[in-house]
């Protein structure tokens, strides 16, 4: 370059396909404009996706940093935090429940069913992870009152009905009904030990979330151990 010139220089990484020419997949994306068409395109993809799916950009880039709860289970824990009774918990207590524990787990535990926009909210975020390839299991638990009335019950029977998760009922990847008055404790250890993420309808959702981001990326008071390095044979100083 001659002094004062500039110049753009492009990077490309590809997944290829069996039986695909890296050939003509490097004859393809060796142009800068294809990449500057390609990054457009996805812009207006993901716009619609958002558009289709009510969220805007706040929650979606909330949602996208509740990934990182999802697929490290480091720091699922740290936001989580300890809780007593938790070690000793085995996964298998969640088979009981139809739930395999292999997917990341999101439970949401409705008190009175006042306020439901923070299970509308898990819903979305449930619908996004899965547009994005992300399955992940929902655990709605009615932990009201137990009676002959089951009106939050009914409520998170209605919000399930009304989406995607109205044919995703108790299988992989979808959503699980709860009564907490039939879990017993062994499950309700499980389902906070193994969960990503834990919510409750007695405060605001997007709180929660940003305090559980919060947590997680919080520096962990590690104390040093001192190193044994054995008898020190070193003639003292003079």
Same mark, same amino acid.
């Given at each position: 370059?001659?002094? =004062?010139?500039?110049?753009? *220089? ?13 050939? !003509?997949?490097?004859?393809? $994306? ?16 993901? =716009? ?44 298998? %207590?969640?088979?009981?429940? =139809? @739930?395999?524990?292999?997917? #990341? @787990?999101? *439970?949401?535990? *409705? ?17 996004? $992870? ?30 399930? %009905? ?18 907490? %008055?039939?879990?017993?404790? !062994?499950? $309700?250890? %499980? ?15 997007? *709180? ?17 151990? #001192? ?7 070193? #003639?003292?100083?003079?």
């Amino acid at each position: 370059l001659a002094p =004062g010139q500039s110049a753009r *220089v492009c990077f490309a990484m590809g997944l290829l396909e069996d039986g695909a020419s890296a050939r !003509e997949w490097c004859a393809r $994306w060796r142009q800068a404009g294809a990449y500057r068409r390609a990054m457009r395109l996805a812009g207006i993809r993901a =716009g619609a996706m958002l558009e289709f799916m009510g969220l805007d950009a706040e929650a979606h880039h909330l949602f996208q940093q509740m990934t990182a709860l999802l697929v490290d289970g480091g720091l699922a824990a740290q936001a989580r935090g300890p809780r007593r009774g938790g070690t000793g918990v085995s996964r298998e %207590a969640l088979w009981s429940l =139809g @739930i395999s524990g292999t997917r #990341p @787990i999101l *439970v949401m535990r *409705v008190c009175d069913g006042k306020d439901v926009r923070g299970v509308r909210a898990l819903i979305r975020a449930h619908g996004f $992870w899965r547009s994005m390839g992300l399955g992940t299991d929902l655990v709605l638990i009615d932990a009201s009152a137990n009676g002959y009335d089951r009106p939050v019950r009914d409520k998170l029977e209605n919000l399930i %009905a009304a989406g995607h998760l109205n044919r995703m009922r108790c299988v992989p990847g979808g959503v699980w009904l709860l009564d907490g %008055a039939n879990l017993n404790g !062994e499950q $309700w250890r %499980a389902l906070e030990r193994f969960a990503s993420a834990t919510f409750t309808d007695a405060s605001d959702f997007n *709180v929660q979330a940003r305090r559980l981001l919060k947590a997680a990326q919080a520096p962990k008071n590690r104390q040093m151990t #001192p190193m044994k390095a054995g008898e020190n044979r070193l #003639p003292p100083m003079a």
